[in-house]
T-cell receptor, first 113, second 115 residues
Framework: DTGVSQDPRHKITKRGQNVTFRCDPI?????LYWYRQTLGQGPEFLTY????????KSRLLSDRFSAERPKGSFSTLEIQRTEQGDSAMYLC???????????FGNGTRLTVT | ELKVEQNPLFLSMQEGKNYTIYCNYS?????LYWYRQDPGKSLESLFV?????AVKQEGRLMASLDTKARLSTLHITAAVHDLSATYFC???????????????FGTGTRLTIIP
């Protein structure tokens, strides 16, 4: 069990640029989640995949955000035309079954200048 | 919309003392999770509580769930410095028939254990 892996760990970008983050879940986990966490707050749900199907999206996920999970393995989260309000820690998590605890990665910290 | 509230938000306590963190939530749910987060680190699962009256214990931490009161508690016994961290509860919203696998997190309780 190598855990959930996220890349990059840190990303600094200028407002208006596009960024893409990658998440590799635990290999046998078919459920994959993206959350966003700002300083002093709990994680907020963004989206959820079961295998390659994106089953739920938060209204926090504006049309500038898109997530994919081709072939039901790794996932990418892209933010287009970044804004300063997008600065946050983006957390990926995976789980084996419904009701099982989520295993979180170390996150990608995004800073938009 | 499901709301999850924790209190206190900040807790500073001396080593060796006991204390309880409370987690209240606003809609029906039988699934509640506790996580720990160290500064600059990701979240680590502590407990999964899946039914009314569930109680789980690990070391100096004990969590319980009362679904009728929509309340979970995380009790710390004889605190030690290593328990300093932020603790989050998270609830799965069962009021939705489909797509109810997202967790709603509380704002966290930042616990500092003073020697």
């Amino acid at each position: 069990d190598t855990g959930v892996s996220q890349d990059p760990r840190h990303k600094i970008t200028k407002r208006g640029q596009n960024v893409t983050f990658r998440c590799d879940p635990i290999s046998e986990h078919n459920r994959l989640y993206w959350y966003r966490q700002t300083l002093g707050q709990g994680p907020e749900f963004l989206t959820y995949f079961q295998n390659e199907a994106q089953l739920e999206k938060s209204r926090l996920l504006s049309d500038r955000f898109s997530a994919e999970r081709p072939k039901g393995s790794f996932s990418t989260l892209e933010i287009q035309r970044t804004e300063q309000g997008d600065s946050a820690m983006y957390l990926c998590a995976s789980s084996l079954t419904q009701g099982a605890p989520l295993h979180f990665g170390n996150g990608t910290r995004l800073t938009v200048t | 919309e499901l709301k999850v509230e924790q209190n206190p938000l900040f807790l500073s306590m001396q080593e060796g003392k006991n204390y309880t963190i409370y987690c209240n939530y606003s809609t029906t749910s039988d699934r509640l999770y506790w996580y720990r987060q160290d500064p600059g680190k990701s979240l680590e699962s502590l407990f999964v509580l899946l039914s009314n009256g569930a109680v789980k214990q690990e070391g100096r931490l004990m969590a319980s769930l009362d679904t009728k009161a929509r309340l979970s508690t995380l009790h710390i016994t004889a605190a030690v410095h290593d328990l300093s961290a932020t603790y989050f509860c998270a609830v799965e919203d069962e009021s939705k028939n489909f797509g109810n696998e997202k967790l709603t997190f509380g704002t966290g309780t930042r616990l500092t254990i003073i020697p």
